[in-house]
């Protein structure tokens, strides 16, 4: 097989092993990266003896992301080996999910509830208010002097987050005063019953939640993967038997990885009962011509299957579980989501949508910690345009004139920018040909059936595209002075993938940033505690986030 990607340059492969032992040991953004300076913007990489044809030129890269549309690469040659159930539903995400109507409804189930300018101000009052139960846990951490490790805390903000904007239930990963809560177990059950969720009993299922989504994460890392894995890409041929052993002889990292799973589908689970249990309600209440009735059943349905504790609008109301349960109603057959379909769409928002923007706001602070003048600069933007709080700026504190909910802040946008060049959440799109060959020009022709792996973070330092690429200057997108530090080719700079499988959440994940930045830095300072291991150490699993973490000392602003 080797003698037909001769014409691709790239680092030598082991036997068998190919340069598995290069990726475990570096990481796959960092030796990826690594390769893309010595070997040029198109070269092969071997996992074990599977070949992908690594594209890290900007033009080649938005050629293929437009033209390869069918769908992204199968979830069977993934990093994992799940298998029955959680396979199926993986499958079905919109991630993995082939392009046609399934993925038609389910990108539009996302674009209306959460894209469209109208639903992201609807969502800022829900942002703020978990942000409002964020903020006294730095105010503890700054009084007592006491380190944070940023990631984690994050994770708990976006992840309550997302459970108000998406959901209108209250996932319960923070007390009132900020403070972290206990995990209740997630089971797996379908939602309706008594301790399976944080409902009025005061259970919470925000930790485990948490937790859960960590061990699916973890388990996406190379380093952490079953041992099925390694096999797969060794024995590529042998597929059919690794999942067959990996389905009835487990390992402890296969275990896990599916209990994980399993753990967050029955969330998606639970969420979906209970919309159709507040919808009951309502329609019962409405019928219920002023006899109560209407009210019995409410309190029927809210005891026998509120597995989550419903704020805002409720679940009832909630953007993204509505667009996609109410677009089942009327309508052709083809155009409806199935339970499968609704379920996985609900397990892609709880893995992608709040993990991404933690680790985004993360990286942000991390580079504004160490590099003091950017966040001078970006203080003077926000105390002259948010103003302190109880002082207000030019911008009249929270009041919004921009579709994100914010005054014009042309800093805070080219800091985060910036910091989405340097340390992107997302270092990598994958394709797959499937059918044809596909022809790069220059006598190199992909074989059909091979992994395309489009490497967006090494065209992002790409000191071709990028003057100084390795230094962290928001300059760059500043729309005066930062033509000549910007990129050469539009297409260089694509933290969120570009062409039609785009993150469909893209809009959201960054009102969310920006909005919890800009509500941070108005009252507090972040510098590097003692503890924080330097250089900072990455890791690539679903996404690309520290690996250590980021432990920070936290400061009130005078």
């Not at 007592?144 to 708990?156: I, N, V």
């Not at 753990?263 to 019962?284: E, G, I, Y």
């Not at 220059?442 to 790409?462: E, S, Y």
Request: glycine fraction near 10%.
């Amino acid at each position: 097989m080797r003698w037909r990607f001769r014409r691709f340059p790239g680092p030598f492969g082991l036997p068998f092993l190919g340069n598995l032992p290069g990726i475990l040991e570096h990481d796959l953004t960092a030796y990826t990266a690594t390769c893309a300076r010595k070997y040029g913007g198109v070269f092969k990489m071997w996992f074990g003896n599977t070949v992908w044809v690594v594209l890290a030129e900007p033009e080649l890269i938005r050629r293929v992301a437009f033209k390869l549309l069918s769908r992204p690469y199968s979830p069977a040659s993934a990093v994992h080996m799940l298998t029955g159930e959680q396979y199926s539903l993986d499958s079905k995400t919109l991630v993995f999910v082939k392009s046609g109507a399934d993925w038609r409804n389910a990108r539009r189930s996302f674009e209306t509830s959460i894209v469209h300018p109208s639903s992201l101000l609807s969502h800022l009052p829900a942002v703020h208010r978990c942000i409002a139960r964020f903020l006294p846990r730095l105010r503890r951490h700054a009084a007592a002097g006491e380190p944070l490790e940023l990631s984690a805390a994050l994770a708990d903000l976006t992840l309550a987050a997302v459970g108000e904007c998406a959901y209108g239930v209250d996932f319960r990963t923070m007390a009132e005063d900020g403070s972290a809560l206990p995990a209740a177990p997630l089971g797996s059950g379908s939602g309706s019953g008594s301790g399976s969720g944080s409902g009025p009993d005061g259970e919470n299922v925000g930790a485990a939640l948490l937790a859960a989504v960590r061990s699916c994460f973890d388990c996406l890392d190379m380093n952490n993967a079953t041992v099925y894995v390694p096999l797969k890409y060794i024995f590529p041929s042998l597929t059919p038997l690794w999942a067959w052993m990996a389905e009835r002889f487990p390992d402890a990292a296969q275990r896990r990885h599916m209990a994980a799973r399993a753990a967050v589908a029955s969330v998606s689970r639970r969420l979906m009962a209970q919309w159709q249990a507040s919808k009951a309600a309502a329609t019962a209440t409405a019928n219920g011509n002023g006899n109560g009735n209407g009210a019995a059943a409410n309190g029927d349905a809210a005891a026998a299957g509120a597995a989550f504790r419903e704020v805002g609008g409720g679940i009832a109301g909630s953007s993204f579980m509505a667009a996609m349960m109410e677009g089942r109603r009327g309508g052709r057959e083809e155009d409806r989501l199935t339970d499968d379909l609704v379920i996985a769409q609900c397990l892609t928002f709880l893995l992608a949508g709040f993990e991404t923007t933690a680790v985004t706001i993360t990286f942000t602070i991390f580079l504004l910690a160490t590099h003091p003048e950017v966040e001078a600069r970006l203080l003077a933007e926000l105390d002259e345009h948010l103003g302190r709080p109880g002082v207000e700026g030019k911008g009249k504190g929270e009041g919004a004139t921009g579709d994100d909910g914010a005054p014009p802040l042309p800093y805070m946008d080219a800091v985060l920018k910036e910091s989405m060049r340097l340390l992107p959440a997302a270092t990598a799109l994958i394709r797959d040909p499937l059918h044809e060959d596909l022809d790069l020009g220059g006598g190199r022709v992909v074989p059909k059936g091979t992994f395309i792996f489009l490497a967006t973070q090494a065209v992002q330092q790409d000191p071709t595209q990028w003057p100084e690429p390795e230094r962290f200057l928001p300059e760059r997108f500043l729309p005066v002075g930062g033509g000549k530090l910007g990129p050469t080719h539009p297409a260089a700079w694509a933290p969120f993938g570009m062409g039609p499988r785009m993150c469909v959440g893209n809009k959201f994940a960054t009102m969310v940033s920006k909005t919890v930045l800009c509500e941070l830095y108005r009252r507090f300072t972040f510098r590097l505690h003692p503890r924080q291991r330097l250089p900072l150490r990455t890791r690539t699993a679903l996404t690309h986030g520290p690996r250590d973490g980021v432990w920070v000392t936290v400061a009130e602003r005078g």
